[in-house]
């Protein structure tokens, strides 16, 4: 009776053995923009970017920089070394390869105004809504992957909608973020 009882339990720890193994290899492999993507041209991954405006009101700001993440499926992430000055959350958006190594972006971000006075933060207010922004820009990745170079055109909208002061048109040059 014991060994039945060995053997039942050394064949049902190979069947939970089996039954792990088999799960594990029927999993989707983690999707990572391999250097091998980037050689093929994939925007896809994180980047960090070195932009001046021409025109606008970021005009003056000689030391802008843009965070990226491009993410599968066509969505993407951005947030500059200024979201604090003022405070304003990251912009969300989407992007698509439009040819070759052409990508375009489009991704939002909330303006804010500042308080009137203190008076109006010691009362529980903060920084306000004041509008919107749209960066609309066109990508251009080097044949290796590993940079690109960029024209944006920013345009934006005060609370209804309508267009406001401040747009402006900037050129970029980004490099891809790695270990």
Do not use: C
């Not at 039942?8 to 089996?18: E, N, Q, R, T």
């Not at 999993?27 to 606008?56: H, I």
């Not at 509008?131 to 690109?148: A, N, P, Q, Y």
Request: proline share 5%; no cysteine.
């Amino acid at each position: 009776m014991r060994r039945i009882s060995r053997v039942s339990l050394v064949l049902l720890v190979v069947v939970v053995v089996a039954l792990l193994a088999a799960v594990i290899r029927s999993q989707p492999a983690p999707v990572a923009a391999s250097p091998a993507a980037a050689a093929a041209g994939d925007l896809q991954g994180e980047w960090r970017a070195k932009l001046q405006f021409a025109s606008g009101a970021f005009a003056s700001i000689k030391d802008l920089e843009f965070m990226y993440s491009f993410n599968q499926g066509g969505t993407m992430t951005e947030s500059s070394n200024y979201d604090a000055s003022p405070p304003v959350p990251p912009a969300y958006g989407i992007w698509r390869k439009v040819g070759g190594n052409e990508y375009e972006a489009k991704y939002e971000f909330y303006v804010t105004v500042a308080p009137k006075d203190f008076d109006a933060i010691a009362k529980g207010g903060g920084w306000g809504l004041g509008g919107r922004g749209v960066f609309v820009e066109r990508i251009t990745l080097s044949d290796d992957g590993k940079s690109f170079t960029s024209k944006i055109k920013y345009d934006q909208y005060d609370t209804g909608g309508k267009p406001a002061v401040g747009g402006g048109e900037a050129t970029g040059r980004g490099v891809r973020l790695t270990f």
